[in-house]
């Protein structure tokens, strides 16, 4: 079947370090990866994706890396910030090609 | 600019009463999404929608609850006959066609008393 979990459900750095946000796939057909972040009371916020084709790709603060290999996908936050606080998802595109499949979610605390 | 907005924010339904759940996707796009977000879960992919078709429904519940996306207005996802297993947030993601990136809205959060 397929399904997308997280190694960690909870993870606590402290401020201005680099924090490392794991996934791990089960569907090798899935081709498209994307990455959100969910603030308490709020709905899920595109970070940044990644396409099958690619093993890295990185955006303002953010890279994301993709394993194909071991079917696994990772997040880097650099210099965490207090605002960084929040619920990480990993989502794949599943074979139906439309639904994301969503993870259950990794929670990252900032302490200053 | 506006992003994808979802009214009313906050539902509250008796046992039993009907609830409608609405979606305005962002501007220029067409596909239209609904998750179901229990506590301390990740979102379930519900249906997909585009303009007066549903492509995907394989997430829907199979008794009392529809979703449409008419041509003109919202999307409506409808709950008839709630029971307390249906309160959790809802959520609704659109994309513009052939492009996997969904933006979510705040979504609804529905309490069944």
């Known amino acids: 079947g397929e399904s997308v979990g997280l190694h960690l459900p909870t993870l606590s750095v402290q401020e201005g370090d680099n924090s490392i946000i794991n996934c791990a796939y089960s569907?090798?057909?899935?081709?498209?990866f994307i990455w959100y972040k969910q603030e308490s009371g709020k709905g899920p916020q595109f970070i940044i994706d990644i396409r099958s084709n690619m093993d890295k790709r990185q955006g303002q603060r953010v890279t994301v890396l993709l394993n194909k290999t071991v079917k696994h996908l990772s997040l880097q936050i650099a210099a965490t910030q207090p605002g960084d606080s929040a619920v990480y998802f990993c989502?794949?595109?599943?074979?139906?090609?439309?639904?994301?499949?969503f993870g259950k979610g990794t929670t990252l605390s900032v302490s200053s | 600019n506006a992003g994808v907005m979802q009214n009313p924010r906050h539902l509250v339904r008796r046992r039993g009463q009907e609830a409608r759940l609405r979606c305005s996707p962002m501007k220029g796009h067409s596909h239209v999404y609904w998750y179901r977000q229990l506590p301390e879960e990740g979102l379930k992919f519900m249906v997909y929608l585009q303009k007066e078709n549903i492509i995907d429904e394989s997430g829907m519940p199979k008794e009392r609850f529809s979703a449409e996306f008419p041509k003109e207005g919202p999307s409506i996802l409808r709950i008839q006959q709630v029971v307390r297993g249906d309160s959790a947030a809802y959520f609704c993601a659109s994309s513009p066609p052939a492009v996997g990136e969904q933006y979510f809205g705040p979504g609804t959060r529905l309490t069944v008393t």
């Open positions: 989502a794949e595109k599943g074979q139906a090609g439309t639904a994301l499949i």
């Open positions: 569907n090798s057909a899935s081709d498209y």
